[in-house]
């Protein structure tokens, strides 16, 4: 069953336009959220977090915003730039629950983001 | 910055062959991970350690072992490669404080024929 839903596996924008990825989490227990971003050949880097306490962090172009109520996230990026061009992957982890902690992943969108 | 290095990027097996994937981490962390990439699939965890000879399951651990000798570096072993192994593998670690932020290797493509 999964826990962290990434339900479009695509997304194409236009380049200086917003881009828009959705989370949705079904485990009430994650306190903590991240997004990282994955080129090809390349491991995934961490881009931005976010506590259950806030339901909004914003860290330059990137933005991301926490819904506990509907157990949803997305991250925003203004404006979107070529180089944004990646696999964007949703995690969550329960860092007081009883897993240790363990990051659990969505399944990722692939951004385009053409010039 | 972190480094996490993992000895090779692209690997081509055979069918039965034992494969070993080594991962070494720079930062003294305490935490390490191995997962697998596959399209459509993202990120899955096989094994973890958060100690030197500890080890625990993840999500997918049926048909590979680990080995933590040392707390720099975390193996991945494939006992008998399988066609259904081939995937990105990537490894990853973080302190002991907190989990949530992983540091990836660059990952090993494996194909096994």
């Known amino acids: 069953d999964q826990q962290v839903k990434q339900n479009s596996p695509s997304l194409s924008v236009q380049e200086g336009r917003i881009s828009i990825l959705n989370c949705d989490y079904t485990n009430s227990m994650f306190d903590y959220f991240l997004w990282y971003k994955k080129y090809p050949a390349e491991g995934p880097t961490f881009l931005i977090s976010?506590?259950?306490?806030?339901d909004k962090n914003e860290d330059g172009r990137f933005t991301v915003f926490l819904n506990k109520s509907a157990k949803h996230l997305s991250l925003h990026i203004v404006p979107s730039q070529p180089g944004d061009s990646a696999v964007y992957f949703c995690?969550?982890?329960?860092?007081?629950?009883?897993?240790?902690?363990?990051?659990?992943f969505g399944k990722g969108t692939k951004l385009s983001v053409k010039p | 910055d972190v480094k996490v290095t993992q000895s090779s990027r692209y690997l081509v097996k055979r069918t039965g062959e034992k494969v070993f994937l080594e991962c070494v981490q720079d930062?003294?962390?305490?935490?390490m991970f191995w997962y697998r990439q596959d399209p459509g699939l993202g990120l899955r965890l096989i094994y973890f350690?958060?100690?030197?000879?500890?080890?625990e399951k993840g999500d997918i651990p049926e048909g590979y072992s680990v080995s933590r000798e040392k707390k720099e570096r975390f193996s991945l072993i494939l006992e008998s490669a399988s066609t259904n192994q081939t995937s990105m593998y990537l490894c990853?670690?973080?302190?002991?404080?907190?989990?949530?932020?992983?540091?990836f290797g660059s990952g090993t493509q494996l194909s096994v024929l």
């Open positions: 350690s958060y100690d030197v000879k500890m080890k």
């Open positions: 995690a969550a982890s329960a860092l007081h629950g009883g897993s240790q902690g363990n990051l659990i």
């Open positions: 976010i506590s259950s306490i806030k």
């Open positions: 930062m003294d962390h305490e935490n």
């Open positions: 990853a670690s973080t302190s002991g404080s907190t989990n949530e932020k992983l540091f």
